[in-house]
């Protein structure tokens, strides 16, 4: 059994330990080939040591045949696009609660929070990624059992 996992956000490459324990669980008596493309817009130092090895031990230790690592964004074209590459503080936990729990989420609002969102918005420096539309690394499907994105 061949499998390709398509990981768009690698960060630091936790979901590609996930996926192959995850995989493993429910193919115990199986045979299985895992192969990865890891596509991460980050150019951050403190994500991109900590990824490059994690594959490095990925494909060391035969957990995956193949790793190809892609430092660019996905995007509906091939159009550099703005990104901030600094971590993100509780906004996306507080947007996320916004739309699931109505007004909610005002309760939670704090200075911290605020403070972080300004300071993105107006303050940090955005850098141009590289992007691809995500139907350039979808491989031809016989090549892989499955894949997953």
């Known amino acids: 059994m061949h499998i390709l996992?398509?990981?768009?956000?690698?960060?630091k490459g936790q979901s590609l330990v996930d996926f192959a324990?995850?995989?493993?669980?429910l193919n115990k008596n199986k045979e299985i080939v895992l192969d990865s493309i890891c596509i991460e817009p980050?150019?951050?130092k403190n994500v991109l040591i900590p990824l490059k090895k994690?594959?490095?031990?990925?494909?060391?230790?035969?957990?995956?045949?193949?790793?190809k690592f892609f430092n660019l964004s996905i995007n509906e074209s091939f159009s550099p696009i703005d990104f901030w590459d600094k971590r993100q503080i509780g906004?996306?936990?507080?947007?996320?609660?916004?739309f699931l729990?109505?007004?909610?989420?005002?309760?939670?609002?704090?200075?911290?929070?605020?403070?972080?969102l300004l300071k993105r918005t107006f303050f940090e420096k955005r850098i141009k990624v590289s992007s691809a539309?995500?139907?350039?690394?979808?491989?031809?499907?016989?090549?892989?059992?499955?894949?997953?994105?």
């Open 5 to 11: 996992f398509i990981d768009c956000g690698c960060n």
């Open 21 to 25: 324990e995850y995989i493993n669980k």
């Open 42 to 44: 980050s150019r951050d």
């Open 54 to 67: 994690q594959i490095k031990f990925l494909k060391k230790e035969n957990i995956y045949r193949r790793i």
């Open 91 to 98: 906004i996306p936990k507080i947007w996320g609660e916004m």
């Open 101 to 116: 729990e109505g007004f909610l989420f005002i309760r939670k609002l704090n200075f911290k929070s605020i403070f972080s």
């Open 133 to 149: 539309p995500i139907d350039v690394f979808l491989p031809n499907r016989s090549d892989y059992s499955s894949y997953f994105l």
